[in-house]
């Protein structure tokens, strides 16, 4: 049956779909006491069940007897349409059955090494739970891989354009960065709060790929390059190392706000159209397996982008209350 559900009826009270099972288990067996035995639950809770089904239709559903239940007139009238929830939920619940035999076999997945340790790992755990026959081959590479030729099924990826014939998918959010430290570093030596108080603070810069080219454009543009106290060839090596208390560094919103042990430093910086999105080609979205992934991924992702979204709008205002530096100057 369907759970923590719950209709209006005309009066304007609210009943629990799940009570419907109630209802019925005590109509064919008679008496709460058989119908506790057939749901194998207590007697006081199909007893309780009842009087607040009764309660929320503002009807007598039972006569209660010393020698069981007896369906009233107004009972009599609901049992049939009791009957219909329960085969729609048995049908749900069936179709939902055969929706996750189907979803099987093995779907390649890729994403930047840094979505692939700090973001995904959860939410494939819960993919599994939900489909324990799809297997996940996760490919953690800074390398765009050719969906149109089968190099992956489904793709987390970060882009301006998208390149490539045939890729179906939804976007997830703006690819924001901003400047991040250790919880350690800030209680040691301070957060600083505008770019200009960045150059007194070692910066930890690379990333590899675009990452590393954009990184080396904003440290040059804002001439924080004598800065640098060490340089990571991935996004990963960024991010472990700010959680070492080595220093600062520019790391993306998705990935650092998971990150309880760090602490952002300033708002994030324009994403230069950067976009985040999930995507698969049309030549395999169809397959049970791929669409399971995408439209799971695809929701938990979202989820994840309007929290951190929610944060750092959070921020913002923080920020213009204390009125700071940030313009293009600072």
Not at 47 to 52: L, V, Y
Request: proline share 4%; glycine share 10%.
């Amino acid at each position: 049956m369907l759970r923590g559900r719950s209709a209006k009826v005309q009066n304007g009270a609210m009943f629990d779909w799940n009570d419907a099972r109630y209802f019925l288990a005590v109509a064919e067996g008679g008496s709460t006491l058989a119908a506790g035995r057939a749901l194998r639950v207590s007697q006081t809770t199909v007893a309780r069940r009842i009087a607040a089904l009764e309660e929320a239709l503002g009807l007598a559903v039972f006569d209660k007897r010393r020698a069981g239940y007896a369906l009233t007139p107004a009972g009599r009238m609901l049992l049939a349409d009791a009957r219909a929830v329960q085969a729609s939920a048995l049908a749900l619940a069936d179709t939902a059955a055969a929706q996750r035999r189907d979803a099987a076999g093995t779907v390649r997945l890729t994403a930047e090494e840094s979505f692939a340790v700090s973001v995904l790992p959860q939410m494939l755990r819960d993919l599994h739970d939900l489909y324990p026959d799809i297997v996940i081959e996760l490919d953690a590479t800074e390398e765009v891989r050719d969906l149109e030729a089968g190099a992956a099924d489904v793709a987390v990826r970060v882009a301006k354009n998208l390149d490539g014939a045939g890729l179906v998918g939804r976007r997830i959010g703006a690819d924001l960065w901003t400047v991040y430290c250790s919880r350690a570093y800030a209680d040691a030596h301070g957060v600083p709060r505008n770019r200009r108080a960045l150059a007194g603070h070692p910066l930890i810069s690379g990333g590899g790929g675009h990452v590393g080219e954009y990184y080396a454009t904003w440290l040059r543009e804002n001439g924080l390059e004598r800065a640098v106290a060490m340089q990571h060839g991935t996004v990963t090596g960024l991010l472990f190392a700010v959680r070492s208390g080595l220093g600062l560094a520019a790391l993306p919103c998705m990935v650092a706000e998971l990150e309880p042990d760090l602490v952002r430093c300033l708002p994030p910086g324009p994403s230069g159209s950067r976009e985040i999105w999930l995507l698969t080609h049309e030549r395999v979205r169809q397959a049970p397996r791929v669409r399971a992934v995408m439209d799971f991924l695809g929701e938990r992702l979202r989820q994840h982008a309007r929290a951190v979204e929610a944060a750092l709008g959070a921020q913002r205002c923080e920020d213009a209350a204390r009125r700071l530096d940030l313009g293009p100057e600072s």
